[in-house]
């Protein structure tokens, strides 16, 4: 048989993960995800993006720098926030992408979509924040 099952690792107990949001500017705001960033995640994040939105924000800042997943329900809500940002004259950039992430965006060439940068630093530098 060529063809050999593979085990592959279970994910046991609770899988952590978080989403904080603070204010970079009054302008622009800030989303720090933490864990999975998949479907589970994507209505909290989608809700506080809205009410940034509603509240005059233009620009969007994802720290994904402790994000070790996303799946395309993450891609989707971050391609909704870019096209919403860039109505009202603003942007979404995105900062501290972990290599199995980053080669997800590679993959799929959102690389090409979203301003990326190393870290919030160079983000905030960017921003002239």
Do not use: W, Y
Not at 80 to 108: A, D, N
């Amino acid at each position: 048989n060529r063809f050999r099952r593979t085990k592959f690792p279970v994910f046991e107990g609770v899988i952590r993960m978080s989403i904080t949001s603070s204010s970079l500017t009054p302008s622009t705001a800030v989303i720090t995800v933490s864990g999975r960033f998949d479907a589970h995640q994507v209505p909290k994040i989608q809700k506080d993006v809205d009410g940034m939105l509603a509240n005059g924000t233009t620009v969007v800042v994802f720290d994904l720098s402790d994000v070790n997943f996303v799946d395309s329900s993450a891609l989707a809500v971050m391609v909704r926030t870019m096209k919403h940002c860039r109505e009202r004259g603003g942007e979404l950039i995105l900062c501290g992408l972990r290599q199995p992430v980053r080669i997800i965006f590679e993959l799929t060439r959102m690389d090409k979509a979203f301003r990326i940068f190393d870290d919030m630093q160079q983000a905030r530098n960017a921003l002239g924040a």
